[in-house]
């Protein structure tokens, strides 16, 4: 059996190169990656929550994670340890939603 992997390679999976989380992504990138990054996915979740502001206009973060959950849900293939310093980055949201939110440009 082939390796299978995130990324637009995969035929099963992703269709685009960029970002795994885009809220611009079709319907299908996010579910996958709610299924393939999940610590990422909860953080998502939680800035929706916090900050009261969806993933996507259409269709929350926090939904896609229940979608992944799904007994007929898609197959991610993989589940992608973060390789890099996440715990860094989970710190600094966590301070930021501590902060009212800056909607300046």
Known sequence: MAARYPGAK????????????????????????????????????LVERVRQVPFNPNITMAEFI?????????????????????????RDVHAALRRPPSWEL
């Open 10 to 45: 995969d035929r099963r999976g992703s269709r685009r190169c960029s970002c795994s989380d885009c809220a611009l992504a079709n319907h299908r990138d996010p579910l996958l990656t709610a299924g393939r990054r999940p610590r990422l996915a909860e953080l998502w979740a």
């Open 66 to 90: 229940a979608l992944s959950r799904r007994r007929d849900a898609l197959d991610p293939g993989v589940e992608v340890e973060e390789t890099w310093d996440f715990e860094r980055m989970e």
